[in-house]
C-alpha cells in the first residue's frame, strides 16, 4: 500500500476522532440544561450520566468481537453515522425515561464509535510504522474543544434545540465525507488460532493496561460530567463561563496530544507518561482549590495538559499486545476503563450533593499520582509491529 493511500488513512480516522470529541463536547454544556429541565439533583443527574455510561461499556465486548471479524473500518463507519443522529434524543426527550432510553443510545454508539477509531488508528500506526495514537486524540481534544466552546453559546444564544440541530447538522457532513477514506487491514484481525472467539485473551497485560486505562479516565470523565456544574454552582459561574472549564481542558489536551508523538518518540512512553502524571496531579488539585471561576479554568487547562497523553499511551499499548489482535486488545482496555466509569459518575454525585465538588476534585488528584507508580506498565507502547494495511 502507498505512503499517501497510509497518510490519507491517518487523517480519516484523525477526522472521526474530531466528530466524536466533538459529540461529548457538545453534550458538556447541555447537562447542566437536562438538570433545569427536569429539575434533578446531583445525586439523579449522576444516575442518569451512569446510565450514558452503562450505553457505553454495553456494546464494547462486541465491538471487539466485530472488530476481529468484519475489521475496524466496516464497525467505524456504521457506529459513527449513527452516533451523529443519535443526538437528537436528547433534546426530544420530555420524560426522565425518555432521557434515560435517549442516553443508552447515545451512549452506545460513542462507545462503538470510541473502540473502532482507536482500533483504527493502530492499523495506521502499523502501516505507518510510526506513532499516531496521542495526534489521533489530539483531534479528539480538539473536537471536544469545539464542542463545549461553541455550545455555551449557541445554548446561551438560541436554546438547547437549535444547538442539537446545529450538532447533528455539522457531525453527519464531516463524518459522511471522511468515512470512505479510512484504512482497512490487510484482513480482519482474528484469535490466534485454535482459540474460541468466546474466550477472553489469556495475556494478564491487557488486563493490567485496562486498569492503567481506569486510572486515567476517572479524572477525564470527571472534568466531562462535573466541571461545568462545580463552576455554575460552587463558584458563581454564567452558563457560557461554566463551558470554558471543559473547553479549557479539552484545548489544552489537544495542543499537548498533538505534540506527544513526538515527546513519546523522544522520551518513551514510560518517561512521557511520568511526567504526564505530575502536571496533571497539580492541575487537579489547583482546580479543587480554586477561590474563583477564572483559576478553576486555568487549573483545569493544567490538568488537561497533564492528562492529555496518558490515555493515548495507554491504548496504544493494549492495541500492542502480542498475541491478540487490536481490536481485541482495545476492547478489554477500554471496557475496563469504562466499567469503573460507571460507578464514579453517581459517586459523585451523590458526595457531591453532600460535600460539593472541591474536595472531589482533590481527590481525583491523588489518583492521578498513583499513575507515577504504574507507568513502567505501559512499555509494549513503544512498540508498533508494521504490517501491511490496504484502502478500499
Not at 453534550?27 to 434533578?40: D, E, H, M, N, Y
Request: include cysteine; proline fraction near 4%.
Amino acid at each position: 500500500m502507498s505512503s499517501r493511500n497510509a497518510s490519507i488513512g491517518r487523517w480519516a480516522v484523525a477526522a472521526c476522532f474530531f466528530v466524536n470529541g466533538f459529540m461529548i463536547g457538545s453534550w458538556a454544556p447541555q447537562i447542566p440544561v437536562v438538570a433545569s429541565r427536569f429539575a434533578l439533583s446531583e445525586t439523579t443527574l449522576g444516575l442518569l450520566i451512569l446510565v450514558f455510561g452503562c450505553g457505553a461499556v454495553s456494546v464494547m465486548p462486541l465491538c471487539g468481537y466485530l472488530i476481529g471479524r468484519f475489521g475496524s473500518r466496516v464497525v467505524l463507519r456504521v457506529s459513527a453515522l449513527i452516533c451523529t443522529l443519535s443526538f437528537a434524543g436528547l433534546v426530544a426527550a420530555t420524560q426522565v425515561w425518555q432521557m434515560v432510553a435517549a442516553l443508552v443510545f447515545f451512549g452506545a454508539f460513542l462507545g462503538a464509535m470510541d473502540i473502532s477509531m482507536n482500533s483504527n488508528a493502530v492499523a495506521v500506526e502499523r502501516s505507518l510504522g510510526r506513532a499516531v495514537m496521542s495526534s489521533s486524540h489530539g483531534f479528539w481534544s480538539l473536537g471536544g474543544f469545539v464542542g463545549a466552546g461553541v455550545g455555551g453559546f449557541l445554548l446561551e444564544r438560541y436554546g438547547f434545540l437549535a444547538h442539537a440541530g446545529v450538532v447533528m447538522a455539522f457531525s453527519f457532513l464531516l463524518a459522511l465525507g471522511t468515512l470512505p477514506f479510512l484504512l482497512v487491514e490487510a484482513r480482519p484481525v482474528r484469535q490466534q488460532d485454535g482459540q474460541k472467539r468466546s474466550r477472553l485473551p489469556r495475556n494478564p497485560m491487557v488486563y493490567v493496561t485496562g486498569l492503567v486505562a481506569l486510572v486515567c479516565m476517572l479524572p477525564e470523565g470527571a472534568v466531562l460530567d462535573w466541571a461545568a456544574l462545580y463552576l455554575r454552582q460552587e463558584l458563581g459561574a454564567g452558563l457560557a463561563e461554566a463551558s470554558l472549564a471543559f473547553t479549557a481542558f479539552s484545548g489544552a489536551m489537544a495542543t499537548m496530544r498533538f505534540a506527544g508523538d513526538r515527546l513519546r518518540n523522544r522520551f518513551g512512553a514510560v518517561r512521557t507518561l511520568r511526567y504526564s502524571g505530575i502536571v496533571a496531579t497539580v492541575g487537579m488539585l489547583g482546580a479543587g482549590l480554586a477561590p474563583s471561576p477564572g483559576l478553576a479554568v486555568i487549573a483545569f487547562a493544567l490538568s488537561g495538559m497533564g492528562i492529555a497523553n496518558m490515555v493515548p499511551i495507554v491504548f496504544s499499548a493494549a492495541g500492542n499486545q502480542p498475541g491478540i489482535s487490536p481490536g481485541v486488545g482495545m476492547s478489554v482496555a477500554t471496557t475496563i476503563g469504562y466499567s469503573g466509569m460507571l460507578v464514579a459518575p453517581s459517586l459523585v454525585g451523590f458526595i457531591a450533593e453532600r460535600t460539593g465538588f472541591a474536595p472531589i476534585f482533590i481527590a481525583f488528584s491523588l489518583l492521578l499520582a498513583c499513575v507515577l507508580v504504574l507507568a513502567d506498565l505501559v512499555s509494549s507502547a513503544d512498540t508498533i509491529t508494521v504490517e501491511t494495511a490496504r484502502q478500499l
